[in-house]
């Protein structure tokens, strides 16, 4: 099991905006985070976003698995 298992989507949001990413206001079930030069990015606030999913947002953030789990 990966460790990016059984993550919330809100815990997500969270790590992310400790990255420097701006948490736009909630679309529905999803959250839109911003930061000036990445590409945007989208969490769902699933009680666990997929890890694959969180996979790919983490690398459109710049950022490794391991920074990325110290954010949590």
Known sequence: MTRLAGIPGRKAVRA????G???AR???????????GFPVI???LHREVSPFLLRSQIKRAGLTEK??????
């Open 67 to 72: 920074q990325f789990v110290e954010l949590l």
């Open 21 to 23: 990413f701006v948490a």
């Open 42 to 44: 989208v969490i769902p």
């Open 16 to 19: 992310f905006e400790r990255a």
């Open 26 to 36: 909630p679309e529905g079930s999803h959250v839109t985070l911003k930061k000036p």
